[in-house]
C-alpha cells in the first residue's frame, strides 16, 4: 500500500470553493514520489508520457499525478515492482538457483528491515567494506602492505591473514619494527580525504542519529559534514560511554579516529585491554556499548565481514544472555555464495548471531547503494522520513525516547494518499 491509495476524492471537493492545487490533489505528497516522477521524465518513461498524451509537456509527470491519478497509480505500481525485483536480486537468484526460492525470503527480510526503518530503530553498523569504496585499503589488504614495510616474509603474513590471525600480524610487526613504524602506515592508509560514494550518501539519506564504525578513516565525517559548525558529536574509546548529543548526528568509532592514531585500537594487547584477556568482559566499555546496542536497536550491517571477531564474540555472548525472549532483530547486507551449501551455511551462521541476511549477486557491491535506495524510496512512499532517536542520559541503562516528526493533520492526509496507491 502507498499514498496513492488515498489522496483523491473529487465528491468531497466543494463546488463553491476555490480549487487548489496543493489542497485538493494533494500536491506536496507528488513531491515524495521523486524517484519514479524522475522515471517518467527519462528516456525509460517514454512510453508512459506517449500513451498517455503528455510526451509534449514541460513536466509531464505533474500533469499525470493531477489529471489522470488511475494512470500514475498503475504505472507507479509495475516501476515499483520492478525495482523492488531489481534490487534484491531475483533474476540473479533465479539464475544461479533455478527458482525464487532466495528471492522470496530476500523480500521478506527487506520488508522486516523497513517495518524497522520506519520504526526509527534501526542503527549502521559500517566496516572496512564502505570504506573501500572510498579509496582505502580493506583491513586485510593494508595489514599485508603492513607487513611489506616491516619486511616480514609475504607468505607468511597471507597465511596468518587467511586464518583470521589478524592480531598476530599486528603483534609480529610491532615487535620487529616498533609501534611508530605501525602507526606511520596507518596515518599513510587512513588519514587522506576519501571519496564519498552513492553508498556513503544513502547513509546521510536514511540516518540522522547514530552510526557505528569499526573503521578508523574519516569518510563518515566528511558524509555528514552539512557546513554547520560542531554538527557532530564524535566517541571513540576513550569517551565511549559519553552522553548523546541529541541535537547532534552521533559516530561511534569503536577501535578509534585516525586523527589521533596513537590512541587507535590495533594490537593484540590492546584489544585484550578493550575487550577482556583470555575471556570476554562484558563489563568494559566497547563491550557495555556493543551490548546495548545489540539489546535496543536493531543494527544494520554495512561492508562488514561478520567473521569470527571480537565484537562477534560481544553478539554472541549478549544473545546466548537473553536466550528465547524477543529481541531487536539485526539485519545484513550480504554477498551472496554462488553454491547454495555454501549460501546455507552462511545463512544459518549470520542467523546464530541474530543476524538477518538480505543477499545480493556476488561481489556486486553496487547493490548495497540500490538497496539502501530502495529502503529510502519505500520509506517515502509509505509517508515516512527517518526519524530521531536519541538516548538521553548513559548509554547503558537509559530507554530510549523516539521523537515523532509528522503531525497528525499530515499524518492523515498521507495516509488517504498511502490507501490510493496501495502501498
Not at 546521510?204 to 565525517?221: G, K, P
Not at 552539512?226 to 564524535?234: R, S, V
Request: charged letters at 25%; glycine letters at 6%.
Amino acid at each position: 500500500m502507498s499514498v496513492l491509495d488515498i489522496t483523491y476524492n473529487p465528491a468531497k471537493a466543494s463546488s463553491t470553493s476555490k480549487k487548489i492545487w496543493c489542497d485538493e490533489d494533494r500536491h506536496q505528497f507528488y513531491e515524495n514520489f521523486p524517484d519514479f516522477n524522475d522515471w517518467i521524465e527519462s528516456d525509460e518513461g517514454e512510453s508512459i508520457r506517449v500513451e498517455n498524451g503528455i510526451d509534449d509537456l514541460l513536466q509531464p509527470s505533474k500533469a499525470l499525478y493531477a489529471g489522470d491519478p488511475e494512470s500514475y497509480k498503475q504505472a507507479f505500481k509495475v516501476y515499483r515492482d520492478e525495482r523492488l525485483k531489481q534490487a534484491l536480486g531475483e533474476e540473479f537468484i533465479v539464475n544461479n538457483f533455478g527458482d525464487k526460492h532466495w528471492f522470496e525470503r530476500n523480500i521478506q527480510h527487506f520488508e522486516q528491515l523497513e517495518n524497522c526503518l520506519i520504526d526509527g530503530s534501526v542503527v549502521p553498523f559500517v566496516g572496512a567494506g564502505l570504506s573501500v569504496e572510498s579509496g582505502f585499503p580493506s583491513w586485510k589488504e593494508h595489514l599485508k602492505q603492513q607487513g611489506r614495510t616491516a619486511g616480514i616474509n609475504a607468505a607468511h603474513v597471507n597465511d596468518l591473514l587467511d586464518n583470521g590471525h589478524y592480531e598476530t600480524v599486528i603483534e609480529e610487526i610491532e615487535a620487529i619494527r616498533g609501534r611508530d613504524t605501525f602507526i606511520q602506515e596507518i596515518k599513510d592508509a587512513f588519514s587522506k580525504t576519501g571519496t564519498i560514494t552513492e553508498t556513503t550518501w544513502r547513509l546521510t539519506d536514511l540516518f540522522n542519529d547514530t552510526i557505528i564504525t569499526t573503521n578508523y578513516d574519516r569518510i563518515l565525517e566528511q558524509a555528514y559534514d552539512t557546513g554547520k559548525e560542531n554538527n557532530i558529536q564524535l566517541l571513540d574509546s576513550t569517551n565511549i560511554l559519553d552522553k548523546a548529543d541529541i541535537n547532534k548526528i552521533t559516530i561511534i568509532k569503536l577501535h578509534g579516529d585516525i586523527k589521533q592514531p596513537a590512541r587507535c585500537i590495533l594490537s593484540k594487547n590492546q584489544y585484550n585491554d578493550a575487550y577482556g584477556n583470555g575471556t570476554l568482559d562484558l563489563n568494559k566499555d566497547i563491550p557495555r556499548v556493543l551490548s546495548y546496542h545489540y539489546r535496543t536497536s536493531s543494527l544494520l550491517f554495512l561492508g562488514c565481514s561478520l567473521n569470527r571477531d571480537r565484537t562477534m564474540e560481544v553478539f554472541q555472548a549478549v544473545k546466548d544472555t537473553l536466550g528465547d525472549t524477543d529481541r531487536p532483530p539485526h539485519f545484513s547486507l550480504e554477498s551472496m555464495p554462488a553454491d547454495e551449501v555454501e549460501l546455507a551455511n552462511r545463512n544459518a551462521y549470520l542467523l546464530s548471531f541474530g543476524i538477518t541476511p538480505i543477499w545480493f549477486p556476488k561481489s556486486s557491491y553496487e547493490f548495497v547503494e540500490q538497496i539502501l535506495r530502495l529502503a529510502k524510496n519505500e520509506m517515502r512512499y509509505r509517508g515516512n522520513v527517518p526519524r530521531i532517536k536519541k538516548v538521553v542520559e548513559e548509554p547503558i541503562a537509559v530507554p530510549v525516547l523516539t521523537e515523532e516528526i509528522q503531525s497528525t493533520g499530515i499524518k492523515k492526509a498521507w495516509n488517504s494518499v498511502i490507501k490510493f496507491l496501495g502501498i
